[in-house]
């Protein structure tokens, strides 16, 4: 970049064509909601056949396309303020080094080289020191060697011109860097020229994003920076003090970290793990079509002794040992991803509202981190957080009746909105730790809870801190622990003082092995707001399993009389039974849950603790 260029640049134009763009990625965004929130929902609950059926679908691949468009002028956007600010920079030095420079009678000449007069007092020969012409040095070294030069002459104006045109020539350098490195980058941020947004798409989307982050560097350590440890509390009132432009652009440049902070709003976190989570599906989606199709001749047989036997081939055999272990764990992510896509599209079924992905983490693949709730739980009266035990994780997350673990929130929030008409529910199923994938050893520790217990802490204390910043009140929330999941529950219960205790309302606990409390009132919300069900069969294995392995303390569990919580009836068949339905009619077990969470305590069953044990059952 040359010195008139920089001259008559004004970087505040930039900022104006990414104010533009923001603009654009926020119609977008706008258009997505509506698409997907209202459109396609009025659609599937009011038209049937596979007319309705393709048109919705054609409908949420055009939602996917305004996200698209959403991200990729999100990362416009920033790359022009990210310009604007360090060719702004740059135009700065030389403004001074140019109003310095005339301040002190020198010429700036088209090529950035002053010439200076001459001063100074009269030699030996009676002439006043000579002027001159001197360019600018960028090399440090050179730099040095001139200014030495320009302190030796006896016309000071050498060393204000000197260090003027070191100045000029830097700025100069600075800009021609700036332009340099941006303008393949803005070039690189645009679509292919089709309707179709695909895997590659996103995956370009995902390298824009690293690219921009990288290159923008300077300007992102320029803005206010998310607190570092920070609590929920630190994380919100940072965000509130972003502009709208300075929050766009962490949203951009490093969603990940954006979507990972308690204390958020929802529908930020949503946004920002959003981008996450399509730009991981497109890049997993990619490599696993890069392996090779195992070979078709899996098995063949083989005679060992008197009988055959039937064995891999060694064709299958090389093959599964160069791709086999990360195709099946690229698979079982996509699975669990395909599980969170199946949710956001059935937005509108039965009622369901919107969802909100509070965190998602593919990190370890199958044993991946969500979570994801149903409505926005900012805005709620009542809000019930249900955290799923052993053989939990992404690749399972929707699988088998009901939709999984996912689909116990769904019939949560299903139940839980029919006991509070006029009032709004939301459920999250919160999957932020590693779940024990075996009963014994993994479960039988409460090392996995250890791990998790903190981490379900500070993300109810964000919820709180969410809430009380969008509605100027906390909601009324109930924590579900089910199986081990209760174990996490009862750490994160007792993680930080009880001055915090206001986050959670309820504590209620499905099948609990134990929660690490003697008594009900260890969990600092008092023993009348504890509440714990068990069932039949191998529910009764797993509680006095966990009983006997020590997750209880004092061999204590939640459905002991002697723990001193409110012991809800169920008709739970087995350990996983309590979220039942028959289609029409919900489980005694699921009511009584959906009374906890909206405050409906006069109306809990109650286990009858006068009547004799059931015959072969474990009496406390």
């Known amino acids: 970049m040359d010195l008139a260029t920089l001259r008559a640049l004004k970087p505040t134009e930039y900022s104006e064509a990414a104010d533009g763009y923001r603009s654009t990625s926020d119609m977008a965004s706008a258009a997505k909601d509506r698409i997907e929130s209202q459109i396609a929902v009025a659609m599937r609950n009011s038209l049937k056949g596979e007319a309705a059926t393709a048109a919705v679908k054609q409908l949420m691949e055009l939602g996917k396309n305004f996200h698209y468009i959403q991200v990729e002028c999100g990362l416009v956007s920033t790359a022009l303020e990210a310009f604007s600010y360090e060719v702004g920079a ?44 001197v360019s600018g040095l960028t090399d440090d070294t050179a730099a040095a060697v001139g200014q030495q030069a320009a ?88 965000w509130k003090g972003l502009t709208a432009e300075e929050r766009a652009a962490w949203i951009s440049v490093d969603p990940k970290a954006v979507g990972e902070l308690n204390g958020l709003p929802s529908a930020v976190r949503d946004e920002a793990n959003r981008v996450v989570f399509d730009e991981t599906r497109a890049r997993l989606q990619i490599e696993l079509d890069s392996i090779p199709k195992p070979p078709a001749d899996e098995w063949t047989w083989i005679t060992a002794g008197s009988y055959p036997s ?9 093959w599964y040992r160069q791709y086999g272990d990360r195709s099946g764990q690229l698979k079982q992510a996509l699975t669990g991803m395909g599980y969170i896509q199946d949710r956001f599209d059935r937005t509108g079924e039965g009622g369901l509202p919107e969802a909100y992905l509070l965190g998602f983490d593919p990190v370890g693949l199958g044993d991946g981190k969500v979570i994801i709730a149903n409505g926005n739980p900012d805005l709620a009266d009542h809000v019930a957080v249900y955290v799923p035990g052993t053989f939990s994780g992404l690749e399972k997350i929707g699988e088998g009746d009901s939709h999984g673990d996912l689909g116990r929130g769904e019939t949560l929030w299903a139940e839980s909105s ?64 089910h199986s081990y999941g209760s174990t996490v529950v009862g750490v994160s ?24 409390a003697d008594h009900a009132a260890d969990l600092g919300v ?4 504890v509440w714990a069900m068990g069932g039949p069969g191998d529910d009764e294995i797993v509680r006095q399993g966990g009983r ?45 849950q959906a009374r906890v969470i909206t405050g409906r305590y006069g109306d809990v069953v109650l286990e009858d603790r006068t009547s004799p044990a059931p015959q072969g059952s474990y009496c406390p």
């Open 548 to 592: 006997l392995m020590g997750l209880g303390d004092n061999l204590t569990i939640p459905t002991d009389e002697s723990f001193g919580g409110n012991v809800m009836k169920s008709d739970s068949d087995g350990h996983s039974g309590f979220w039942d339905t028959d289609g029409q009619q919900a489980s005694l077990s699921l009511e009584n």
């Open 151 to 238: 302190n030796f002459d006896t016309n000071p104006n050498h060393r204000l011109a000197q260090d003027y045109a070191d100045r000029i020539a830097g700025a100069l350098k600075e800009a021609t860097e700036a332009d340099e490195k941006w303008a393949p980058k803005l070039r690189a941020l645009k679509a292919d020229d089709d309707l179709t947004v695909s895997d590659k798409d996103w995956a370009d989307a995902s390298a824009d994003t690293s690219g921009v982050r990288e290159a923008g560097r300077k300007y992102l350590d320029s803005l206010p920076q998310p607190p570092q440890g920070g609590s929920p509390e630190d994380n919100a009132e940072w």
């Open 310 to 318: 039937k064995v891999h081939t060694d064709e299958w055999m090389d």
């Open 90 to 133: 740059a135009k700065s030095k030389l403004d001074a080094a140019l109003e310095g420079a005339q301040t002190a009678t020198l010429i700036v000449n088209a090529d950035g080289s002053i010439t200076y007069p001459s001063a100074g007092e009269k030699g030996q020969d009676g002439k006043v020191p000579d002027g001159g012409t």
């Open 526 to 529: 008092g023993a009348d707001h």
């Open 418 to 481: 029919k006991l509070a008409p006029g009032q709004n529910v939301s459920t999250v199923t919160w999957l932020d730790y590693d779940a024990p994938d075996s009963i014994v050893p993994q479960a039988s520790s409460g090392k996995y809870a250890e791990e998790g217990g903190p981490r379900l802490y500070d993300f109810l204390q964000g919820n709180r801190a969410a809430h009380e910043e969008a509605s100027g009140n906390a909601a009324h929330t109930t924590v579900l622990g």
């Open 493 to 516: 219960a007792q993680s930080g003082t009880w001055s915090d205790s206001e986050a959670v309302d309820d504590y209620m606990f499905a099948g609990s092995p134990g929660v690490q």
